[in-house]
């Protein structure tokens, strides 16, 4: 099992809206609704902000959300802050008891 | 609130053993599955092992299956993992953290993390 597809980067200017993907097979993301994403600040802990593909744990801004077509997740972050500043790493469950991530994406808040 | 402290990390040469801990509080231990997680330095995060809640199953990524085995002491509200056969790959901080499904089967989601412990694995 190969980790899931991420772009590296991504980037957007105070208040506008960036889309992050998170591409794998039918085998994981696209067999299974068990798509999260989480935030990563430098030297912190990950922390949840997706589940469930479009799911927001309690506490998490309405300015981020999820979606699903086929085997690509995305991650759109809307009326972007600078406190969004941070990696975003997607996962998947793969099925055969295993769980994916990606390879992380950093994005810069311009 | 849920509090997950990992502990037990160090510096080990190759072919080496360490055990982590990870002590968990603000939650009912017992009746969630839990995971571990690891991060080499730079790089992204690598799913490591889930353990379910009763502690019967427990599921691996094939780069640690054989060498690695995660278990759990839910009286005394604590998870381990036993890393043996340590190579310079396994270097990173590692995690625990709690799967967000009560009594979930199946590695899925990690709604809590732990400020993880570092593991070196060097001569």
């Known amino acids: 099992q190969s980790a899931l597809t991420q772009p590296p980067s991504a980037s957007g200017s105070p208040g506008q809206s960036v889309t992050i993907s998170c591409t794998g097979t039918s085998s994981d993301v696209g067999g299974y609704n068990y798509v999260s994403w989480y935030q990563q600040h430098p030297g912190k802990a990950p922390k949840l902000m997706i589940f469930e593909v479009h799911k927001r744990p309690s506490g998490v801004p309405d300015r981020f959300s999820g979606s699903k077509s086929g085997n690509t997740a995305s991650l759109t972050v809307s009326g972007l802050q600078a406190e969004d500043e941070a990696d975003y790493y997607c996962?998947?469950?793969?099925?055969?008891?295993?769980?994916?991530f990606g390879g992380g994406t950093k994005l810069t808040v311009l | 609130q849920v509090q997950l402290v990992e502990s037990g990390g160090g510096v080990v040469q190759p072919g080496g053993s360490l055990t982590l801990s990870c002590a968990a509080s603000?939650?009912?231990?017992?009746?969630?599955?839990m995971h571990w997680v690891r991060q080499a330095p730079g790089r992204g995060l690598e799913w490591v092992a889930f353990i379910r809640y009763a502690g019967s199953h427990t599921y691996y990524a094939d780069s640690v299956k054989g060498r690695f085995t995660s278990s759990r002491d839910n009286s005394q509200n604590t998870l381990y993992l036993q890393m043996n056969s340590l190579r310079p790959e396994d270097t990173g901080v590692y995690y625990c953290?709690?799967?967000?499904?009560?009594?979930?089967?199946?590695?899925?989601?990690?709604?809590?993390w732990g400020q993880g412990t570092l593991v070196t694995v060097s001569s």
């Open positions: 603000g939650f009912t231990f017992s009746g969630f599955g």
């Open positions: 953290a709690k799967d967000f499904y009560g009594s979930g089967f199946y590695p899925t989601t990690l709604d809590s």
């Open positions: 996962s998947s469950y793969a099925g055969t008891n295993h769980l994916l």
